[in-house]
T-cell receptor
Framework: GQQVMQIPQYQHVQEGEDFTTYCNSS?????IQWYKQRPGGHPVFLIQ?????EVKKQKRLTFQFGEAKKNSSLHITATQTTDVGTYFC????????????FGTGTRLLVSP | DSGVTQTPKHLITATGQRVTLRCSPR?????VYWYQQSLDQGLQFLIQ???????AKGNILERFSAQQFPDLHSELNLSSLELGDSALYFC?????????????FGPGTRLTVT
């Protein structure tokens, strides 16, 4: 079945270091969404990318959608302890009907 | 606060039992999604309803069923519970029925099967 893989599964950084998570799909995506889930919390929508090669920024977060619309990345500059959580990408796939397939997630731990 | 409510927050029950989880979507949202998240795992999509009708099915077991009522709230029924069904169950809602719409997640129901 359609899968969306994320790497790394887990990353532990020191506060102030940069962090990147990558999202890869075997099929072309119509769109990509990113969510953040804090420990003990629920996923919260961060952003959506739709166009090939699209780049969007939210303060220290930079989101990219690949040219082939099969991959995406989330880069955090100068991490802070508030960035701790699991980051999920979710890709829109057409399988007779359009559905959102969540990635496997990347868990980020930031030490002060 | 996402505007999506789920009850109960916690549920502890025994194997073989049946439980019902309830979800109220954000005001105006027509789609409701159910997800299962086991410990330190990703989000497993179970089922989607749009305006009262089933729209998409994911990895939902035959022992599980769901419905969406005319007032758009949804219930997820889990029967013949097994230890492996212990997980966090999230409900999410969105305005539309396709993947183009962002999803708003509720706080979840933590189910423990003993």
């Amino acid at each position: 079945g359609q899968q969306v893989m994320q790497i790394p599964q887990y990353q532990h950084v020191q506060e102030g270091e940069d962090f990147t998570t990558y999202c890869n799909s075997s099929t072309t995506l119509s769109n990509i969404q990113w969510y953040k889930q804090r420990p003990g919390g629920h996923p919260v929508f961060l952003i959506q990318l739709v166009k090939s090669g699209e780049v969007k920024k939210q303060k220290r977060l930079t989101f990219q959608f690949g040219e082939a619309k099969k991959n995406s990345s989330l880069h955090i500059t100068a991490t802070q302890t508030t960035d701790v959580g699991t980051y999920f990408c979710a890709g829109g796939m057409n399988t007779g009907f359009q559905k959102l397939v969540f990635g496997t997630g990347t868990r980020l731990l930031v030490s002060p | 606060d996402s505007g999506v409510t789920q009850t109960p927050k916690h549920l502890i029950t025994a194997t073989g039992q049946r439980v019902t989880l309830r979800c109220s979507p954000r005001s105006g949202d027509l789609s409701v999604y159910w997800y299962q998240q086991s410990l330190d795992q990703g989000l497993q999509f179970l089922i989607q309803y749009y305006n009262g009708e089933e729209r998409a099915k994911g990895n939902i077991l035959e022992r599980f069923s769901a419905q969406q009522f005319p007032d758009l709230h949804s219930e997820l029924n889990l029967s013949s519970l097994e230890l492996g069904d212990s997980a966090l169950y999230f409900c999410a809602s969105s305005a539309g029925r396709t993947a183009a719409y962002e999803q708003y997640f509720g706080p979840g129901t933590r189910l423990t099967v003993t």
